[in-house]
Structure formats: structure tokens, C-alpha cells
């Protein structure tokens, strides 16, 4: 006996119903079918790639990237050529084999130089890695005393002290106070004083002295 057709559900709209028949087994019971149409539902919604945010130039703009109808031109041999029309400009930096390059974004219009870029850039990179090597890390040497110093390792402290302010750093000076020390405080200040005079034609105060527990700290900084 032949097998009973099963009726498929309707659906409202015919395309639908017809993609239904193509998809759903030929025996499928309707537990299925409703589990399938209920799974449709859940199916992710495939959204459209975003693109990547555009990069950041390093550096001025040059030859296309500048937008501006027109600029102040600056030609190769630093003659100052007044407003030009961008593309004219374009055109006069390729016929001498250079870049247009902007110099000044901020002016209106904004200021262009006719030059070779290349060398620009590698000139600008050399001097900025010049300068780092010039920068000077100012640290902070330590120098510690005792109220009943003598003169000895004083003029050693003190000769110690003057090299590093002649290199540019700082000075963290360290008065240590022990047992009945204490007692005699003056005797410190003095010291202190003594050294701030010492040191007063090539260092500053940069930190007056304080106390911190049984020790007093003083700064002093180059001229």
C-alpha cells in the first residue's frame, strides 16, 4: 500500500513555503517541522565587515594627501612664490624630481615647500636621535654626614658633591642623628649650613633641611 502523502504546513507568502519544501525531509512529522521553523528564529545575523579605522600619518602631508585647493608655495631654492593652485604646485615639484611638502598646516592657505622628502625625513630622524643622546638624565647622588664629621671626610664629601653637581645632578644630603646625638641638634644645623655655604657658587636649595624620623634631608640642585 502506497505511503500517505503528509500535508505540508502553509506559511503566509509562497516563497517561503517553497524554500520550506526544499530544505524539510519528504516524511518530516510536524513535531520537526515546528521545532525547524522555531530554530529559524535563532539563526545569528550575519552583519557586514567593518572596515579598520584609517592610520595616522607620521609626518607632514606630501604631493596628493594635501587636500587644499590652494597653498603658499615655497620652491626649492626658499623663494617665497605667493598662493598657487595646488595641482600647479604638484606639477612644479615632480618636473624637479622633489615632493611638495607642507610645512605650516596651520596658516591659510597652508604653506608648502618644494623638496626631496626623503632626505627631509632622514635629516629629521638623525637630528631627534642627536638630541636624545644629548639629554641629560638628572639623578639624585646621596651624601651622608654625621654631625661630628671630621674635616677630612668633609673635604672628601665635599669634592665628591662638586663632581656631581658639575654633571648635572642633584644632591639628597643625610644627617644622621644617633643616641644622645639627638641631644645636640644645633650641632647638625650648623654642619648644614656650613655646606650650603660651601656649595653656594655652583648649587641651589632645591629642598630645605627637614626632619625625617632621626635623620635630617636637604636637597640641593646645580646652578
Do not use: W
Amino acid at each position: 500500500m502506497p505511503a500517505r502523502a503528509t500535508q505540508e504546513p502553509r506559511r503566509p507568502g509562497g516563497n517561503s513555503t517553497h524554500r520550506t519544501r526544499a530544505i524539510l525531509p519528504a516524511r518530516a512529522s510536524s513535531f520537526k517541522i515546528a521545532a525547524f521553523f522555531h530554530n529559524l528564529g535563532e539563526l545569528p545575523i550575519r552583519r557586514p565587515n567593518r572596515a579598520p579605522p584609517a592610520a595616522v600619518k607620521d609626518g607632514p602631508r606630501t604631493n596628493d594627501e594635501i587636500r587644499n585647493a590652494q597653498i603658499q608655495l615655497i620652491d626649492s631654492e626658499g623663494t617665497n612664490r605667493g598662493t598657487v593652485e595646488t595641482v600647479v604646485a604638484i606639477k612644479m615639484a615632480i618636473e624637479a624630481g622633489m615632493d611638495l611638502v607642507e610645512i605650516s598646516p596651520n596658516n591659510t592657505p597652508p604653506v608648502c615647500k618644494i623638496m626631496d622628502y626623503g632626505k627631509y625625513k632622514y635629516s629629521a630622524q638623525k637630528k631627534a636621535a642627536e638630541a636624545r643622546k644629548k639629554q641629560k638624565v638628572v639623578e639624585i647622588k646621596e651624601i651622608k654626614l654625621r654631625p661630628m664629621i671630621d674635616d677630612h671626610d668633609y673635604d672628601v664629601k665635599m669634592r665628591a658633591m662638586q663632581r656631581f653637581f658639575e654633571e648635572g645632578d642633584k644632591v639628597k644630603i643625610t644627617l644622621r642623628y644617633r643616641g644622645r646625638e639627638m641631644a645636640h641638634q644645633e650641632i647638625g644645623t650648623k654642619l648644614l649650613d656650613k655646606v650650603k655655604s660651601d656649595v653656594a657658587a655652583f648649587a641651589k636649595v632645591e629642598q630645605d633641611a627637614r626632619f625625617e624620623g632621626r635623620q635630617v634631608v636637604m636637597v640641593l640642585a646645580p646652578r
